[in-house]
């Protein structure tokens, strides 16, 4: 399943469109600020597919039945572009359990590139429900290897995907290579250059967030 969520006017509709401009992305606080609201929103949006229960909550005047989730998701982001829509996604299920995963593109001088994870940590998966989150979904494998990696560390009952923007490409690579998946997206794009770079896009989230890198 693949929520585009920008199909419904809303206010996550003009912090995609700043992510997007290259005016605005000159403030990185801002580009930061932005990918951690588009995160907000998806949690809450996220929230209301997962499971409540009933509890008694003590108040100054009495007893309310109250609804809670019974049960703390884990927050998985690929390092170090994710960070942001994690945080977002982590200030809405603040009591939930996190992952890390550095997966990145080595790219080779063929034009053609590999994905490397070197590093992952991870609490208990088994029979729990991940949320991964990634800005950019763009060929998708990226997010699929580390799906893999972390199914090699426990058996998750669902698994959600958020994404700030992804392209046509990566969602039907996704969807095919990881079916259970529900997908949560800003936005989707139709075009995917050479190299692997949503068209229109926003450039690269990682180096926009936190500057530029040495290593391609």
């Known amino acids: 399943m693949i929520i585009n969520l920008s199909e419904n006017h809303s206010l996550l509709s003009n912090w995609v469109s700043e992510l997007r401009d290259v005016e605005v992305q000159n403030d990185r606080m801002r580009f930061r600020r932005n990918l951690e609201r588009i995160g907000e929103v998806i949690a809450y949006e996220i929230s209301k597919t997962l499971p409540f229960e009933i509890v008694e909550t003590q108040t100054p005047l009495g007893i309310s039945n109250s609804k809670k989730l019974s ?3 884990v927050l998985a982001t690929i390092l170090r572009a994710g960070l942001a829509l994690h945080q977002g996604l982590l200030s809405y299920f603040d ?79 996704v969807t095919r290579e ?22 229109p896009g926003l450039g690269d989230a990682g180096d926009l967030a936190y500057g530029n890198k040495t290593q391609n």
């Open 71 to 73: 049960e703390q998701p």
């Open 95 to 173: 009591k939930g359990d996190n992952a890390f995963v550095s997966a990145y593109r080595k790219h080779h001088k063929d034009g053609s590139f590999e994905i490397e994870i070197e590093y992952i940590s991870t609490p208990e998966l088994d029979n729990r429900i991940v949320i991964i989150s990634d800005p950019m979904l763009a060929t998708g494998a990226s997010l699929v290897k580390t799906v893999q990696f972390l199914k090699n560390e426990g058996k998750p009952k669902d698994i959600h995907i958020a994404a700030a923007i992804a392209c046509v490409d990566g969602l039907e690579y």
């Open 178 to 199: 990881v079916p259970e998946a529900i997908i949560w997206c800003g936005d989707i794009d139709e075009e995917i250059t050479a190299k692997g770079y949503i068209v």
